[in-house]
Nanobody, 125 residues
Framework: QVQLVESGGGLVQAGGSLRLSCAASGLTVSSYIMAWFRQAPGKEREFVAAIRWSGGITYLADSVKGRFTISRDNAKNTMFLQMISLKPEDTAVYHC??????????????????WGQGTQVTVSS
């Protein structure tokens, strides 16, 4: 059974930092692209970042380039999203997701096979 479990969300002031984690189990992570999406109230779920587990190639949405970094820990099957210089518009529920790597990178949430429950990030102004 595939499980993706996010953690690390919270309340932070604008300009602050948070690090999100996504622990994966039940799948061979080296065969997947892992991603972060976020969904703000009243908005659609949007792509934030992704990493091709084998090789470590990363992809970032333009809105977070220079502020967010995606990485992974092979030994712990865990993906991270380091977020700095947070803005109120970063407020959302952040979800991790997985997609088979052979299918290539996708920024479309409907192309991902597995999802976590999400972790809330709130940035106050």
């Amino acid at each position: 059974q595939v499980q993706l479990v996010e953690s690390g969300g919270g309340l932070v002031q604008a300009g602050g930092s948070l690090r999100l984690s996504c622990a994966a189990s039940g799948l061979t992570v080296s065969s997947y692209i892992m991603a972060w999406f976020r969904q703000a109230p009243g908005k659609e779920r949007e792509f934030v970042a992704a990493i091709r587990w084998s090789g470590g190639i990363t992809y970032l949405a333009d809105s977070v380039k220079g502020r967010f970094t995606i990485s992974r820990d092979n030994a712990k099957n865990t993906m991270f999203l380091q977020m700095i210089s947070l803005k109120p518009e970063d407020t959302a529920v952040y979800h991790c997701a997985a997609r088979l790597a052979y299918a290539g990178i996708s920024y479309d949430r409907s192309r991902y096979d597995y999802w976590g429950q999400g972790t809330q990030v709130t940035v106050s102004s």
